[in-house]
């Protein structure tokens, strides 16, 4: 896929990516730079991330202590 940075420097992103991702409409993205690439990623609330590790096994879990 490809797309065009216009004289402004703005770019839109392809609908079919929008979908996907399910990007709203000032929506914020962290914009990454690594090794000559652009890594857009896209912010979400924190309540959307509640319950994201429900049923994660934390019995194998290590504390401060246990480091060096």
Known sequence: MEITISSKYQVVLPRAIRERL???PQQKLTVLEKDGKI????QVKLEFLRGIARGANVSDYRDKRDRY
């Open 22 to 24: 399910k990007l709203q």
């Open 39 to 42: 890594i857009l990623i896209p």
